[in-house]
C-alpha cells in the first residue's frame, strides 16, 4: 500500500485529480482508494471510498462557535484521534495506492503542527510522497512563480516527503506557455533569466527573487514540473509514471532531484 498525498491551494484542482488520477490507475488493474481529508468537504466530483467526515467534520466545530477557518484546523488536528480507525477502513479494503484528497488551506501544512503530523500517522509504515498542484494563473509572471514554488518549498520541508510539483488544469495553458515556462523551470538559469526579464521588478525584489529561484534550483527542489490536465490521460500517465519511477526507488528514492538536463 502507497500513499500518494494531494496538496495545493484551494481551487488548484486536488479533488478533481484525485478522482481522474484513481479511474487512470485503476484502468490498469491496482485497487485504488480514494480518500477524502478534508473535514470542511461539501462536494466531491467523485465517490469516496473512505471519508474523515464520517469521523470529524468543520461543522461540528462551526456549531461550537467557531470561524471556518478556525473550525477547519481544529476538525484536522482532531483527526489524530481517529487516524487508527481511517487506516483500518483503508486496509480492509487492501488497495495498492491510497489517493489522499486534503483540503486548500496551505497553512495546515506549510506551518501548522496538526496537518504534518496527522499525515505521519495516517502513513505511518508505509510509503507515501506529495503531489504539490499549481495552479496556471500562477505562471503568469516571475513573482508568481517563484512565490508559489516557495510555499511548495515549505510544504516539502514540513511533509519531508518526496514531492512531484505539477501545474494542474494544463489543457486552459496555451502551448508556448507550456513549452517556453514550464517545461523549462528545471533548466539551470531558466527561472533566473526570466526573473532578469521582467523590467517591472525593483533592485531589491529582483535580487530577493533570483537568490530564492538559485537556491530552489540547487537543491534540486525546482526541477521538472509536470503539466497535467484531467482532460488528458497522456499527461494523466506522465504523472502516474513519475509516482512509479519514486515508490520504485525503494529506500534511495529521490526527494525531488529532477533537473532537466539541457540537450
Ligand atoms: N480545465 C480544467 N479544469 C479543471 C481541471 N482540474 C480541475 N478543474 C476545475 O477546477 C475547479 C476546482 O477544482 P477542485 O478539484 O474542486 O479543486 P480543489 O479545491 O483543489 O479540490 C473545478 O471547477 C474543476 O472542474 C483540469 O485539469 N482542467
Ligand atoms: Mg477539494
Redesign the pocket.
Known sequence: MKFIIVV?P????????TGELASHIESFGPVVVRLNFDPAAETI?YDVDVDARRYVTAQEFMAKGLGPNGALISAVDSLINHVFNIREHIEDIKPDYVIVDTP?QMELFAYRHGGPIVLDALTYGYPSLTVFLMDPMFLENPSSIVSILTLASSVAIRLRRPQINIV??A??LMPEVIENIVERLGEKGFLESFIESDEKIDPFTRSLMASLASALYESGFIGEVIPV???SPETLDALYGKIQQIFSGGEEYKYYDFKIEKS
Not at 481551487?11 to 478533481?16: I, N, Q, V
Open positions: 495545493g484551494a481551487g488548484s484542482g486536488k479533488s478533481t485529480l466530483p486548500g494542474s488544469k489543457d486552459l490536465s484531467v482532460n
